[in-house]
């Protein structure tokens, strides 16, 4: 396993339309290791390929201790809706307020190819419809309401 470099907001692949993948090849499961290993290192809560350089369909998301690794991952359905922060590890200091659907089902693949279903609310919610918009070259900062100023951030580090 190996860290990579997190791609920061300018770069023009964070801006590309993410590829599909076709083939699960060691070089995929590589991928997803070191995007792993990359997002805890970070403190990332996911991690979109396009931000480490590759411009695929390759997603992890952190759910507590587990890691949840997506390949071509969907937005199958989504319900409700709530305004909260998120940041970006392509964004370092930056957040901002997001409308989001509350719960999520995704569907994609798994590193073998295998068929994943899986249902979210929430934060993981949030962070999947994050991470899944990186690969259409969507950014948070396009879908935020509000960026919070410095006082802002000020106020949440105190609250958490
Ligand atoms: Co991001």
């Given at each position: ?7 920061k ?7 590309k ?31 979109a ?14 759910d ?9 991952p ?28 509350e ?14 279903r899986l ?25 935020a309401?509000h ?14």
């Open positions: 396993m190996a860290l990579r470099n997190v791609r907001n300018g770069d023009p692949v964070l801006r339309k993410a590829e599909q993948v076709n083939r699960f090849t060691p070089g995929l499961q590589q991928l997803l290791d070191d995007m792993a290993e990359t997002m805890i290192d970070s403190e990332g809560a996911g991690l390929a396009p931000q480490v350089g590759i411009s695929k369909r390759v997603i992890v998301v952190r507590e201790d587990a890691i949840l690794e997506l390949v071509n969907v937005i199958a359905s989504s319900k409700g809706n709530v305004v909260d922060y998120e940041g970006c590890l392509s964004f370092p200091g930056i957040y901002g307020e997001v409308s989001r659907a719960h999520v089902q995704v569907t994609g693949l798994d590193r073998e190819g295998k068929e994943v249902n979210a609310k929430g934060f993981l919610a949030r962070v999947f419809q994050h991470e899944i918009d990186h690969l259409e070259g969507i950014l948070f900062v396009d879908r309401s960026i919070l100023t410095p006082e802002e951030l000020e106020k949440l580090r105190e609250k958490s």
